[in-house]
């Protein structure tokens, strides 16, 4: 890797070069002697391979201009670097438009313009009123190696992977960021899909009363009009938009339906056959012009053009999935209108995958076939849940290379055809999807005029169900429907990011099927655990398998058929994301799961790759940094613990020693009081003391109570509010009745009894009879048979946690259901459960929440390993005595704390050494309970801080 030291010699030899060569000879250069004199030399210094197309990449000639080099790691865009000659200034408008314009529509950050004797760079993203607001600094050729080093060194290659300049962005001053190009596109086709669909509605002509048609038809429209451009500016097609818009507005609808024939009979493709559209009728052709003048230049785009041959298809693909989102249905276009709510795209868990994703997707599944020496003619990949094409448009790029290594010598047309053709497939439900994802894959397929290919292979259907009778036209056999694909056995590849769908949303029609058909069904999974067995199943043997899901199947009870099908496989790797935002708009807990289709053996190992971060350049780069293996037989069919080796026999070691909770306690786990109306039962200390000064019988259904905030570990509880207790049956009991008693007169005698607290409830009468959660009556609480547990000793904790939390109660508290509890008068146990090896346990095991939180279920807590001790043996009698002694110090030492927080200097400081030496003392004794050796403390102290 290139050192600052040997570049800033490689980089002062070349100014020196540079200085050395005689000024009229300089100025004669032109803008290619440039680039390989000086400038390629210069980035080469900085440590980028500027012979490796991958890495350093000329850009292709454009209709209006064109940058000339981008600059990746690992297929990632780090900035675009746009060269001119010795003799030309780069600080013309002109220059610094085009640069920050190509960046900018690519969706890259940082733009570079030089001529060698001057360099600038220009941060894209910033909303500014000029171009040259965007510019982040300039300085010349004498200070390369000198006083402007350290800036320059920022464009290194390994600089640019230590995200060096994004953080001197940071520090230089936040400007206000310009719209992202894809937010910009997406708000306009929304806008223009709003006024289509309202004026085709209106006057559209035979089929316009059918919502659904006329959506569909207008995505069709985009489609072609965003083709037609992304050909203009490719070179392939003449601006015949700007043609039909110059030539006027009378009858530019009908106009525009004769140029689709018309490109009907060039491409012969399935984007422009006759459809629908042709029969509609458009009574605003200003609108239509304004349409097409838009997909141009757009108003809210600042000082540049919009130029479809620099939008990526990342960039089209975020776009087309925010737009699938959205889904006319109403006679006045409302639900076309809601650009921020999403509510279609939302509802069917469909959520735009992150670049970075895709590309690592891609590269450990069919880059790892094509490294490994499978030939890429034969290859079949697919992703059975596409959208916009995504995926496969990676897939693309990836099997256009290796094609060219096998097939050098055909011509570029027929080479990106073949792909097309016998490479890639793809299945949605969206009909809109599937023609989004014909779309993006022609545009980036099509480098000339000419016939398209009709892309038969992505269709439209349900991935998950074959039988008609429950999925309707929409049912799909794949081998029905891809039969020489079976023939050989099934896919190469199975890639994707299957919706995120909660099982409450499933309907039963679909749950009784998958009940039938998947082996991993269980009533509470969610629809990607089928999506996993469905995608495995269409492997061939050897085939590999990725996909980015939800994580709570690692160790759900729903998901233990899952984890057991998987079993039967070569599970290869797991990145773990956590909490990690990857998907901005939802909170999903993702994990990206790779399998190979093949039977594991003992020695079968897993990757591990535990992700604390997004801040990373490229995800490989990152993941090969963090990642761990462990045997895969060794994952706990109970809960899949994802940790290092040494973990994972810590873990096996912890359950051998330990006997679970659960059993400890004789499964006497409870969790706390819903009253369904914490505004009428829950009550003040003031209200409390109001209550029984008026009736002092109240005092017995007045109990303290704690709330999830409240329990902290080794915390001597202070209720701040109280319950109010009437439970289930009390009424009738207390009335001495077993037969029916009306309401009216059940509460006339809880007035004459209790009129205090039937004064304070009676004004949450009707909320409270509303309740789902209420007792015989709607002043008593629903039924709870374990009321008598709340008055004995106990541990309680809450049920979101980052680590343990476990504090002890002997005053009888009450608490709430976010709270759990279970009896226990053994300090030792409360010493074992708030310690640094349990809540390693815990974080190993449990499900993770946002924020480094834990789900502290029953489920989990009754696992966590105990160490039984037998006090008849002196020696684990004398480490029970010494736990409990040192959690009593806990124990007023945090009570000490309590009092003392408020307070500040030195007593407050001694009190907190003193609680830190205490824990300490206590983790311990605890590792040497569970026979710890050196390794692995040191990997518990490493791991929970």
Not at 204 to 219: K, L, R
Not at 297 to 303: E, H, I, T, V
Not at 328 to 348: C, I
């Amino acid at each position: 890797m290139t050192t600052k030291d040997t570049a800033r010699q490689h980089i002062a030899a070349l100014v020196q070069r540079y200085h050395n060569t005689p000024e009229k000879e300089r100025r004669a250069y032109n803008e290619n002697q440039t680039r390989i004199s000086f400038i390629l030399p210069l980035f080469e210094a900085l440590g980028w391979n500027i012979s490796d197309p991958a890495e350093v990449s000329a850009e292709e000639n454009i209709a209006r201009g064109f940058v000339d080099f981008g600059f990746y790691i690992n297929g990632v865009q780090s900035f675009y670097l746009e060269t001119k000659r010795v003799s030309e200034s780069i600080n013309t408008r002109e220059h610094v438009n085009q640069a920050i314009n190509y960046s900018y529509l690519k969706g890259v950050t940082w733009a570079v313009l030089t001529n060698f004797e001057e360099l600038a760079l220009f941060n894209a993203d910033w909303e500014t009123k000029h171009p040259d607001e965007s510019h982040v600094f300039t300085f010349r050729f004498e200070d390369y190696a000198e006083v402007e080093f350290e800036r320059l060194w920022m464009l290194s290659r390994p600089a640019m992977q230590e995200r060096a300049l994004d953080k001197y962005a940071e520090r230089y001053g936040k400007k206000t960021r310009k719209q992202p190009i894809a937010d910009v596109l997406f708000k306009q086709l929304i806008g223009w899909r709003r006024d289509l669909f309202n004026n085709f509605r209106a006057y559209g002509g035979v089929f316009a009363g059918d919502s659904a048609q006329v959506d569909n038809e207008i995505q069709k429209l985009f489609d072609r009009l965003i083709f037609l451009r992304a050909a203009e500016d490719r070179g392939i097609e003449s601006p015949h938009l700007k043609e039909l818009t110059r030539a006027g507005t009378s009858n530019l609808f009908d106009r525009l339906i004769k140029l689709f024939a018309q490109m009907n009979g060039v491409y012969n493709s399935n984007l422009f056959e006759p459809s629908q559209l042709d029969a509609l009728k458009l009574n605003d052709d200003l609108l239509l012009r304004s349409i097409i003048e838009g997909l141009y230049r757009s108003p809210n785009f600042g000082y540049g053009e919009y130029d479809f041959r620099a939008i990526s298809a990342d960039v089209l693909g975020k776009v087309y999935e925010q737009y699938l989102g959205f889904k006319a249905t109403d006679p006045v276009g409302k639900e076309a209108v809601g650009a921020e709510k999403s509510k279609k795209r939302k509802a069917q868990g469909i959520f735009y995958t992150p670049q970075f994703v895709v590309r690592y997707i891609v590269q450990n599944t069919l880059g790892k076939l094509l490294a490994n020496g499978a030939d890429p003619r034969t290859i079949r990949v697919v992703d059975p849940a596409c959208g916009s094409g995504s995926f496969l448009i990676e897939a693309f790029d990836v099997l256009d290379r290796a094609w060219k290594t096998v097939e050098p010598d055909m011509p570029a047309a027929e080479r990106r055809r073949r792909i097309l053709m016998e490479n890639l497939y793809g299945v949605d439900l969206d009909p809109q999807a599937v023609e989004v994802t014909r779309l993006n894959l022609v545009l980036r397929a099509s480098l000339e005029r000419g016939r398209l290919p009709l892309l038969t292979h992505i269709q439209r259907g349900n991935s998950l169900i074959d039988d008609p009778a429950v999925a309707g036209d929409a049912a799909f056999d794949w081998r029905e429907r891809f039969p020489q694909v079976f023939e050989q056995g099934g896919f190469d590849v199975v890639i994707g990011n299957p919706p995120y769908v909660r099982q409450e949303s499933l309907g039963e029609a679909f749950k009784a099927y998958a009940a039938s058909r998947y082996q991993t069904h269980t009533g509470a999974a969610d629809l990607y655990v089928y999506f996993i067995e469905k995608g495995i199943e269409l492997l061939r043997p050897d085939g590999l398998y990725s996909v980015i899901v939800a994580n709570k199947w690692l160790r759900a009870n729903y998901g233990q058929k899952l984890r057991r099908f998987l079993t039967a496989q070569h599970v290869q790797e797991i990145v773990d994301f956590g909490d990690l935002p990857v998907f901005p708009e939802a909170v999903t807990y993702p994990c990206i799961l790779t399998v190979g289709k093949s039977t594991p053996t003992d020695g079968t190992l897993t990757a591990v790759v535990p992700a604390k971060t997004l801040e990373f350049t490229d995800l490989q780069t990152y993941a090969d940094t963090i990642r761990f293996v462990t045997l895969q037989n060794e994952l706990d069919p109970k809960g899949w613990s994802l940790s290092s080796s040494v973990g994972t026999h810590l873990l096996i070691k912890l359950k051998a020693i330990g006997v679970p909770l659960g059993d400890y306690i004789n499964y006497q786990n409870f969790y706390g009081i819903k009253t369904g109306l914490n505004e009428a039962f829950l009550i003040s200390e003031s209200t409390r003391k109001n209550l029984i000064a008026r009736e002092p019988a109240a005092a017995e259904h007045i109990k303290p109570f704690l709330m999830g905030r409240d329990v902290r570990h080794y915390q001597t509880p202070h209720a701040e509010q109280y319950l109010l207790l009437f439970p289930n049956g009390w009424t009738r009991q207390q009335m001495n009745t077993t037969s029916v008693v009306d309401e009216w007169d059940a509460w006339e005698w809880f007035k004459s009894q209790f009129p205090a607290c039937a004064a304070h409830l009676a004004p949450f009468s009707d909320r409270a009879r509303r309740r789902a959660d209420q007792g015989e009556f709607w002043w008593e609480l629903r039924p709870c048979a374990y009321y008598n547990a709340f008055e004995k000793p106990k541990i309680i904790y809450p049920d979101l946690a980052q680590r343990g939390e476990f504090l002890f109660d002997t005053k009888g508290l009450f608490c709430s259901n976010t709270n759990y509890f279970f009896p226990c008068d053994d300090l030792a146990i409360l010493g074992i459960l708030n310690s640094r090896l349990i809540t390693f346990f815990c974080q190993q095991t449990f499900a993770a929440y946002r924020g480094g939180f834990y789900r502290f279920f029953q489920q989990y807590v009754t696992q966590i390993p105990i160490r039984r001790l037998n006090l008849d043996d002196p020696a684990q009698r004398a480490q029970h005595d010494r736990m409990v002694e040192l959690v009593q110090t806990m124990i007023a030492l945090k009570q000490e704390h309590a009092a003392e927080l408020m307070q500040f200097g030195d007593q407050r400081r001694l009190l907190e050494e003193r609680i830190a030496k205490t824990d300490r003392e206590i983790d311990s004794l605890v590792y040497d309970l569970y026979g710890l050796t050196d390794e692995e403390r040191a990997l518990v102290e490493s791991t929970v801080t």
